[in-house]
């Protein structure tokens, strides 16, 4: 017989919520929103006190603000959250032999075997201990066989707490809740489900694999299974960057093009100074711009491996100019850089300049030491939040942009 499985699954709670009140303790016990604060911005995190309105993440902020007009609302800062997570992220390094990050807040442990020595359920509470202790920051977890029986117990356990679903009653644990708490199940799933009478876990439970799959297709199967327990997904340790990308949606559509030119060169100066602190070459660069009608056209452009402003620019720069209409009102410009693999710029003897190449050393230690935008070209400093983080630490990339003061 095998070993049973034990995996663990922690998220950390309210985690934007969490990290601005370690940095300022007046907002504990009050209700938080943060997320972006136009008119188009969506909540990305929401204190618990905030929830008790109906106010829930991913709702849009003008709406949250209606529901709750006492909420403390905050634009957020990605390098604190990045920065908290990476704390967390160290800890749990550090404790366990395998782990798998899902998001900023989120994490999947391979327990299985730590029975016969220590206990899993004791193993993964000290963890919880320590990481509460060394970050100040609360956090949830759930222990089962699997990933998904785990996650939803996560959900179960919040706030701040701990359970932990024994093998052989993980149908009985599921069964009376509702089928949105099945990790595969979004609203238009869920709304579908709703619509055949089907609320609870335990109606899928009782129905048979084939109706499910008549029903939603290979989709259905999917969810059969995690409603009855079962997945043998693994967790996957990190894995490395294929792409890196950023967007921007302007709170108005705009055809100011010396702004949109402005916010694409910031975009690609930021990238490209990832790429070269992750040690990473680019081989094709991709520019995207949605218009307010929300047509949405992209062009890329293959080039040799690089991770230089002064080749990717020109570049980006020429994409953007074969792609913009004067007659039309921008909603979205994105840049992205593909093909990454290791390594460092090769020198040109032709065609490189020895003075632009130093010169590009020479800034980016000073952002190493002083902050990715203490040196900026020109060119882009109308764009005032671009956010700093490093994709290559094995850090999924923040929701938010730096507050704009």
């Not at 055949?196 to 290979?218: A, F, H, R, W």
């Not at 290791?342 to 632009?356: M, P, S, T, Y």
């Not at 060119?379 to 850090?395: D, Q, V």
Request: proline residues 4%; contains cysteine.
């Amino acid at each position: 017989m095998g070993i049973e499985r034990s995996i663990v699954h922690m998220d950390l709670d309210t985690f934007f919520v969490s990290c601005e009140r370690l940095l300022d303790n007046r907002l504990i016990g009050r209700p938080v929103l943060i997320g972006g604060t136009s008119d188009r911005g969506v909540v990305a995190s929401c204190s618990y006190e905030a929830r008790k309105f109906g106010v829930h993440s991913a709702m849009p902020m003008r709406m949250a603000k209606q529901l709750c007009p006492e909420a403390i609302v905050l634009r957020g800062n990605a390098g604190i959250y990045t920065k908290f997570s990476q704390e967390v992220t160290e800890v749990i390094k550090d404790s366990v032999p395998v782990y798998e990050k899902a998001s900023i807040d989120e994490f999947y442990m391979d327990l299985t075997g730590m029975d016969r020595f220590f206990g899993c359920m004791q193993i993964a509470t000290e963890l919880r201990t320590r990481i509460m202790k060394e970050t100040g920051l609360p956090i949830s977890f759930g222990l089962a066989i699997n990933k998904t029986v785990s996650k939803v117990a996560t959900g179960e356990a919040k706030p701040n707490n701990r359970i932990r679903i024994l093998q052989g009653s993980e149908k009985p644990f599921l069964a009376p809740l509702s089928v949105k708490k099945i990790p595969m199940v979004g609203e238009v799933t869920y709304k579908s489900l709703c619509d055949l009478g089907i609320k609870q876990i335990k109606t899928i439970q009782e129905m048979p694999m084939d109706v499910m799959y008549s029903v939603l297709g290979k989709n259905g199967l999917g969810i059969w299974n995690k409603a009855n327990g079962i997945d043998e997904t693994p967790v996957i340790q990190y894995h490395e960057r294929k792409s890196i990308s950023t967007e921007r949606t302007f709170d108005k559509d705009t055809t100011d093009v010396i702004k949109l030119r402005s916010i694409v060169i910031a975009m690609t100066e930021n990238l490209a100074y990832q790429l070269r602190r992750g040690n990473k070459l680019t081989a094709c660069v991709t520019m995207k711009i949605r218009y307010s009608d929300f047509q949405t056209y992209t062009q890329q452009k293959r080039i040799s491996y690089s991770s230089l402003d002064s080749v990717l620019l020109p570049v980006i720069l020429d994409l953007f100019k074969n792609l913009y209409n004067r007659r039309m009102l921008v909603r979205l410009v994105g840049v992205k850089f593909s093909h990454l693999v290791e390594g460092g710029h090769q020198i040109n003897l032709f065609a490189d300049d020895d003075k632009l190449i130093n010169l590009s050393v020479a800034i980016d230690r000073m952002r190493e030491r002083f902050g990715d935008r203490s040196v900026v070209l020109a060119a882009g400093m109308e764009a005032k939040s671009i956010s700093r983080w490093n994709p290559f630490m094995g850090e999924p990339p923040p929701l938010l942009p730096n507050r704009r003061r």
